[in-house]
């Protein structure tokens, strides 16, 4: 079965360090998202990613986060200088479709990164 | 905008019991797709059903059944036969037809003690 994989599914880091979150979404999919959550609380979206370019973000995205594509397989997500208030657990998600027709139904997720700032 | 309530937030039951999960959205869409996802404590987010929002049909699945009614705007789900296994956290979601996100419950938090 198709997966979507994350990389590291832990990482440490100190405050004001940079981080980059891997994904590697599935293989065909078009449709890319960054979903948060801090710990104990809901699920949060952070942006969504289609065509090389973002399609929609939400205000919890400011210009500390950057997404790219770097190479056709991998789905970053960049966090310029952390914050203590940064940690939690980044998921990655990837649809084929665009969530309008449907797509999202068919979304998958990865197994997530926790991402800890000390 | 959407938005999705989950009113409780844990639940403890002992095993062999049933448990009804409750989760009430807002959407202005007529299309829609309602989610379910459970989150073992080892914190990934494991798809359980989706369903559109034109979709009534009550839906089983071995010991888990999904009760959606437009009329009261809710997707419930019910756990027979309660397992320790089935502890974890669970999430109700909705994604309308013009969004690009899911938007989460606050999630219940679900004990099941032997």
């Known amino acids: 079965e198709p997966e979507v994989t994350q990389t590291p599914s832990h990482q440490v880091t100190q405050m004001g360090q940079e981080v980059i979150l891997r994904c590697v979404p599935i293989?065909?999919?078009?449709?890319f998202y960054w979903y948060r959550q801090i710990l104990g609380q809901k699920v949060e979206f952070l942006v969504s990613?289609?065509?090389?370019?973002?399609?929609?973000k939400s205000e919890i995205f400011d210009d500390q986060f950057s997404v790219e594509r770097p190479d056709g397989s991998n789905f970053t997500l960049k966090i310029r200088s952390t914050k203590l208030e940064d940690s939690a657990m980044y998921f990655c998600?990837?649809?084929?479709?665009?969530?309008?027709?449907?797509?999202?139904?068919?979304?998958?997720f990865g197994q997530g990164t926790r991402l800890t700032v000390v | 905008a959407q938005k999705v309530t989950q009113a409780q937030t844990e639940i403890s039951v002992v095993e062999k019991e049933d448990v009804t999960l409750d989760c009430v959205y807002e959407t202005r869409d007529t299309t829609y797709y309602l989610f379910w996802y459970k989150q073992p404590p080892s914190g990934e987010l494991v798809f359980l059903i989706r369903r559109n929002s034109f979709d009534e049909q009550n839906e089983i699945s071995g010991r888990y059944s999904w009760n959606f009614q437009k009329s009261t705007s809710s997707f419930n789900f019910t756990i027979t036969a309660s397992q320790v296994v089935d502890s974890a956290v669970y999430f109700c979601a909705l994604i309308d037809n013009a969004g690009n996100m899911l938007t989460f419950g606050g999630g219940t938090r679900l004990m099941v003690k032997p």
């Open positions: 990613f289609y065509n090389n370019e973002i399609s929609e």
């Open positions: 293989s065909n999919h078009l449709y």
């Open positions: 998600a990837s649809t084929l479709f665009p969530p309008g027709q449907g797509g999202y139904a068919e979304a998958f």
